[in-house]
């Protein structure tokens, strides 16, 4: 009964792949969000969904490109891996609106190793 | 910004002793903040939160203190334990905004 859970945990590729990263969530969210943290451990949004729409797209390469098929969903598709896109993707859902608008409740993390 | 070049600060405590992690906040816009904790290997997880019209709050074990004169957040962890280590995030957000911003994180290390 994963809250937030996000495929795959662990993820190493060769340099110039592109690969996905899925996530999903079961609690009713109405928001979606996925951050990128580096190995001095900075978060770092990247995207963010409100009800299926683009709400937070912050400078990231066009080679990122988020998807959102429903509320419950948010993957990331990335294109032509570069070595700099190693790093710990997050995926992240809240409810907008409320007491603690704040509140993200997140993945467990999926490492992405580019070689 | 980037935070390029800096440090993951880090915190050495004592078991059973009391921690104090702090957090200098940059927009004097937000009137929310929360605390989160990071376990290795995990996703942040939220601990606690604070609005602006209050200056103090407690949950069990933490209380955090706001001081808006001066854009300061702490983090107090009473008797601490081994399982509090981790690396703790501050963020803040103005309450009409969808982004929260993130502090550098702090990394609290418990001595046996």
């Known amino acids: 009964d994963t809250a937030v859970s996000q495929t795959p945990k662990y993820l190493v590729t060769q340099m110039g792949n592109d690969k996905s990263i899925k996530c999903e969530q079961n609690l009713g969210h109405d928001t979606m969000y996925w951050y990128k943290q580096d190995s001095k451990k900075f978060l770092k949004i990247m995207f963010s969904?409100?009800?299926?729409?683009?709400?937070i797209n912050e400078t990231v390469p066009n080679r990122f490109s988020p998807k959102s098929p429903d509320k419950a969903h948010l993957n990331l598709h990335i294109n032509s891996l570069e070595l700099g896109d190693s790093a710990v993707y997050f995926c992240a859902s809240s409810l907008s609106g409320g007491p603690r608008t704040g509140e993200l409740f997140f993945g467990e993390g999926s490492r992405l190793t580019v070689l | 910004g980037e935070n390029v070049g800096l440090h993951l600060p880090t915190l050495s405590v004592q078991e059973g002793d009391n921690s104090i992690i702090n957090c200098a906040y940059s927009n004097s816009a937000s009137d929310y903040f929360i605390w989160y904790k990071q376990e290795s290997g995990k996703g942040p997880q939220f601990i606690i939160d604070i609005r602006s019209n209050m200056d103090k709050r407690q949950g069990q074990r933490v209380t955090v203190l706001l001081n808006k004169t001066v854009k300061h957040l702490s983090l107090q962890i009473a008797a601490t334990q081994p399982g509090d280590s981790a690396v703790y995030f501050c963020a803040e957000k103005e309450e009409s905004n969808y982004q929260l911003i993130w502090g550098a994180g702090t990394k609290l290390i418990i001595k046996p």
């Open positions: 969904y409100n009800n299926k729409e683009l709400i």
